[in-house]
């Protein structure tokens, strides 16, 4: 049922509202007409900041040996937050059963480091090189102890380690399986032997890498 007319125009006004806010939506939508600026969100606009400092600061590219240089890895300088074992354990088991994609740039570690620190040619602009970049190394510009940021992948770091060190284990395991082998081989047994030589030999190659990951190179 419409509403009734009142003595001060009450129905006018209802109108007049309606006509107001469609004006308003309308003026809204088509941003500077409005009067007002459009803007991103101000958490938005530092991210994109962010970043675009970050892409200016990006070096290059590189391989580096997150075993080797384990105890030079500083995590927890800009994301805080704490290791997480749950997280660690399901990335090692992704690892054991997928197999670990070490040199895709989606993969890559963030480090920060001075330039002078860098040897010159051990950084690549072309990421897509992935096994061919160079590896990584550090001059001797850089303190006798030296530390490098890490800007994330804490986790994943920790993974690879243990994946590493679980690698190795069952190379030495089935080389001593090999030589008791060796030992026992009749014909019966030359098939097995070689199907122990070929996973050592498939360890060997994957474990050739060692702890070598893709790494971007920012300048600190």
């Not at 500077?32 to 600061?57: I, Y």
């Not at 014909?187 to 474990?207: F, P, S, T, Y």
């Amino acid at each position: 049922m419409p509403p009734r007319p009142t003595k001060d125009g009450g129905k006018a006004k209802k109108k007049d509202v309606k006509e107001q806010i469609g004006k308003n939506t309308s003026l809204g939508s088509r941003g500077q007409e409005s009067g007002t600026t459009a803007s991103l969100d101000h958490h938005v606009k530092e991210d994109v900041e962010r970043e675009k400092s970050a892409n200016k600061a990006i070096m290059g590219y590189a391989r580096f040996d997150l075993m080797e240089n384990y105890n030079n890895l500083l995590f927890g300088h800009w994301n805080s937050r704490p290791l997480n074992e749950n997280q660690v354990k399901l990335l090692y088991q992704s690892f054991l059963i997928n197999g670990v994609d070490r040199f895709n740039p989606i993969h890559a570690l963030p480090l920060v480091i001075p330039k002078e620190w860098i040897v010159d040619g051990t950084v690549e602009k072309d990421h897509e090189k992935r096994e061919e970049l160079p590896m990584l190394r550090i001059s001797e510009k850089a303190p006798k102890e030296w530390k490098i940021k890490v800007a994330g992948g804490h986790h994943r770091t920790e993974a690879i380690h243990k994946w590493v060190l679980k690698m190795q284990r069952d190379v030495v395991a089935l080389e001593v399986e090999e030589k008791r082998m060796a030992k026992e081989v009749v014909e019966d047994g030359a098939a097995e032997i070689n199907v122990v030589k070929q996973r050592l030999q498939r360890l060997r190659e994957v474990l050739a890498y060692r702890g070598q990951w893709i790494v971007t190179v920012f300048d600190a």
